[in-house]
């Protein structure tokens, strides 16, 4: 292969994910801008009608006229918001803007607050806004709004208190008690907006390799195609080479999955190890406690032996007898040992089920028992499950064996538990205590094994349904899913078995996969109708003719 085709991964889209990040960023800060110009507006109106409704008019004796805050929140309030307003569509996405829209969101509470005369419910406002600025994403927006805050409280609350804490006289400390729970928001605001980058990085991230994968596979794509055009003449190679490649492929998808659930895998192996090794150390200690047992008991059976059994021989056999507690170990021993006989077959189960899953496979189809198949994948795929649902099996006991590539059908059968495993997911995501049930079932239904594998997920939606066993076709979020699953098992049951793929499906209520397998291979069925079809002659085998030699038995005679 050229040159081309290695190119350095890490290299290649750390500028890429940069790209995306800020591109993803300038988004959503646009669009914020673009929602403060709205909110800005129409806090401004809602300013005019508070002067109006609290204090419309100003009265000397008998005359009135227009009261101070009526006017100040009409212009004042204009020129607060008019210039955000103004930048946040002029020049959206900008730091000017951002920061001139932090300013003004602030000196907006401040003036609302004056309005109402310092009630305390208008103070509310000033979180609500750093909550709403806090959607652009940016720490510095943040830090302006808050030193705005800060200010306009210590100076108001100094010069004029009643504007701000509606009393004549307040303490010049009391604006620092305001200014701490301002604090104490943006402290989860900070941490908010930490989180939220490095997720919003992640998928830059993910993605960016992605679009890296995608070009390089298509790079080798288009590089390999041009070397069959110059080397490859013959159908028979070409075909070769494909399948090859499709064995490779399916297999690395194999050691994929595997690599996915070793996490898991090593955690259930894991617990069923420490109590074995809880249960051994409890075992050498009752032996240690045993083994003295026995050696006081051979020593005063010799002294026994020998007539010299004193009293305070048999008095320190009976207190070793009484510290060593026999009662309790002739209980827990048996426990032990068998707890520990358990935990190794669980591991031994889930090693077993790990080399049937891992094994390659054969290059011809072979019978094999589906049960046994599926039982093993279930046990490999438990961490994938175990946390938000319960499987149940349903196997038919006299299911007979199937021919069919084994790899591949785990790979299936793997494939649609996992699918099924994160449709749960997404249905129980807001009621964690909640579990969903996968239910796998075998029957035999006439010439064709029928494996229907159910889930309690979301559903399939109507629109997506057709697209469903597309290559690189998901609806899952990026990083959940590469869209091959379902494909995998429509290229395996349908191409490789000549079986069938369909599904049933409610949308709320779940999903079932139903697998049909022929219980005759195809391609043998075809071959032994081409061999009926064939004319008999002399060369042909010789032909059975059953005749009756009497009424209870009949002969098998050959002409």
């Not at 190119?7 to 500028?15: D, N, V």
């Not at 048999?314 to 009484?322: F, M, N, R, T």
């Not at 996992?418 to 079932?441: F, L, S, W």
């Not at 399939?460 to 699953?485: C, N």
Request: charged share 20%; aromatic share 8%; glycine share 6%.
């Amino acid at each position: 292969m050229q040159a081309t085709s290695q190119l350095e991964f890490p290299a290649a889209t750390e500028e890429r994910a940069a790209a995306l990040f800020g591109q993803q960023i300038g988004i959503i800060r646009q669009q914020t801008d673009r929602m403060f110009a709205w909110l800005m507006a129409i806090q401004w109106l809602a300013g005019v009608v508070c002067a109006l409704v609290i204090s419309p008019q100003a009265w000397e004796g008998l005359s009135s006229r227009t009261h101070l805050h009526v006017w100040a929140a009409v212009f004042l309030g204009g020129v607060i918001s008019g210039f955000p307003v103004y930048l946040a569509w002029r020049y959206p996405g900008q730091a000017f803007t951002r920061h001139v829209v932090a300013v003004g969101q602030m000196l907006t509470s401040a003036l609302l607050i004056h309005l109402s005369g310092g009630r305390i419910e208008t103070h509310f406002h000033i979180f609500g806004s750093l909550a709403f600025l806090a959607i652009y994403q940016d720490w510095r927006v943040i830090l302006s709004a808050t030193i705005v805050v800060a200010l306009d409280h210590a100076l108001r609350g100094t010069f004029w208190p009643q504007s701000v804490f509606g009393v004549l006289t307040a303490s010049p400390w009391r604006w620092t008690e305001h200014a701490a729970w301002v604090l104490f928001e943006d402290t989860f605001l900070l941490l908010s907006i930490r989180h939220n980058l490095r997720a919003m990085f992640h998928v830059a991230e993910h993605q960016a390799k992605l679009e890296r994968i995608n070009e390089l596979i298509e790079q080798r794509v288009v590089e390999r195609t041009q070397e069959l055009e110059h080397e490859i003449s013959e159908r028979k190679v070409a075909e070769r080479e494909r399948q090859m490649m499709e064995v490779q492929l399916r297999q690395s998808q194999k050691l994929e999955a595997i690599g996915q659930l070793a996490a898991g895998i090593a955690h259930e192996i894991n617990t069923p190890t420490q109590y074995v090794g809880d249960n051994a150390h409890f075992l050498r200690e009752s032996w240690d406690v045993l083994a003295k047992v026995l050696h006081n008991h051979q020593e005063l059976l010799i002294a026994l032996k020998e007539n010299r059994v004193t009293e305070e021989t048999a008095e320190a056999a009976e207190a070793l007898l009484d510290g060593a507690d026999l009662d309790f170990l002739y209980k827990q021993i048996p426990i032990s040992i068998s707890a520990t006989l358990d935990g190794v077959e669980r591991v031994a189960k889930i090693v077993r089920a790990m080399k049937e899953f891992a094994h390659p496979g054969s290059k011809e189809k072979t019978p094999a028992d589906l049960n046994h198949a599926i039982e093993s994948t279930v046990t490999v795929s438990r961490s994938e499950w175990r946390y938000v649902a319960d499987l149940k099996l349903d196997l038919e006991p006299s299911l007979p064996r199937v021919p069919c590539f084994v790899e591949a059908f785990n790979q299936s059968v793997l494939n649609l538990i996992v699918n099924a495993a994160h449709a749960i997911e997404a249905a129980v995501k807001d009621c964690p205590e909640t579990r969903g049930t996968i239910t796998i079932q075998t029957r035999s239904r006439g010439d064709h094994a029928e494996i229907r594998i159910s889930d309690t997920g979301t559903g399939i939606a109507e629109s997506v349904r057709p697209h469903i066993f597309e290559p690189f076709f998901t609806t899952k979020e990026v990083g959940k899913g590469s869209g091959q699953g379902l494909s995998i098992v429509y290229a395996s049951i349908v191409n490789r078995h000549g079986g069938d793929v369909t599904f049933e499906s409610q949308v709320g209520k779940g999903t079932t996969f139903i697998l049909r397998l022929p219980f005759v291979d195809p391609k043998a069925r075809t071959q032994e109708a081409m061999l009926q079809a064939l004319p008999y002659n002399s060369l042909a085998a010789p032909a059975p003719l059953l005749a009756t030699a009497d009424s209870s038995l009949q002969r098998s005679l050959t002409v």
